[in-house]
């Protein structure tokens, strides 16, 4: 196996990993049910979520390695950074939400938060379907 390959393949498997532990968070954060594990749950997952759309986007992450096997999905990588973006500001919001409201004044923020983990949960679908694709088309092409 060229050294190559195995780069790929451990890129893909750090990012599976992560997508693993995210899903974790997730369910932690929609059983959140008081105002202080809402928040901690919040902080957690801003600080997680941040470090893992940095790496997917970072000059030797994900996202320019698939550009670099397989340019046509450069759309899909733009649009997939986009949310990346926007879900980092909405979670901001949701942090700054919670701060301010008293611990029965958290239905909204929650509903907000499902709706937030909803959003997530398919765009991290999308970028695991785009990675089975790349491997099993772009690169396993090669083997």
Known sequence: MT??????????????????TLREMIALLRAANTKREVAERLLEFSAALKGHFAGEEAIDGFYPSVLLAAPRHAALLAELAEQHAAMLVELEQLIEAVDARTASD??????????LCDRLELHESREHELILEVMNTDIGASD
């Open 3 to 20: 050294r190559r390959k195995e780069s790929a393949r451990s890129r893909r498997q750090v990012v599976l990993d992560e997508h693993v």
């Open 106 to 115: 958290l239905v909204g923020v929650r509903k907000r938060i499902a709706a």
